[in-house]
């Protein structure tokens, strides 16, 4: 008798934490305002700064340290006709396929691709 109130309980918790663990699932981002005009020395740069220049320095094809990284972003990884094939986004996208070790989170993904959107200047 005493196994049964056992599997009872444990089915009673098994639904209880099933049916909460979606809310921690979805992660939503407050929608980004649109017409702030994005940065591209004060707001990305420091994106690079504290994520992609221990790999992307001078030694490498694709030099992210401030003062290089434009020249080394614009043109060659920007696709000014689908924002989103731009490398330099794509590449370290978090929603995207890409195998590269290193990601944006979904806020830097946001603020990079709008730059983009914005013209890609070197502001
Ligand atoms: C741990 C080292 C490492 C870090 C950190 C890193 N990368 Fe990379 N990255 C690589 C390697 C290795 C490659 C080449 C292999 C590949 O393409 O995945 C690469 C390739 C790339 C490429 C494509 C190659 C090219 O010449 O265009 C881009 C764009 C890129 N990384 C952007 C970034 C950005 C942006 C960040 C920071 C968010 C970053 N990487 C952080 C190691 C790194």
Redesign the pocket.
């Known amino acids: 008798m005493k196994k049964i109130y056992f599997i009872v309980v444990l089915g009673i918790l098994g639904i209880t934490y099933s049916c909460t663990y979606n809310e921690f699932v979805i992660e939503e981002l407050p929608p980004i305002d649109t017409t702030i005009v994005i940065s591209f020395i004060d707001t990305i740069q420091p994106?690079?700064d504290s994520?992609?220049v221990?790999?992307?320095g001078s030694a490498g094809?694709?030099n992210?340290e401030a003062g290089n990284s434009y020249a080394n972003i614009v043109p060659d990884?920007i696709n000014e006709g689908i924002h989103e094939e731009s490398?330099?986004y794509k590449?370290?996208d978090p929603a995207g396929t890409?195998?590269?070790?290193?990601?944006?989170s979904a806020e830097e993904a946001q603020l990079v691709l709008l730059w983009i959107e914005q013209g890609a200047e070197n502001n």
């Open positions: 994106i690079f994520k992609c221990k790999c992307h094809g694709l992210l990884r490398l330099i590449k370290s890409d195998s590269h070790s290193t990601k944006y």
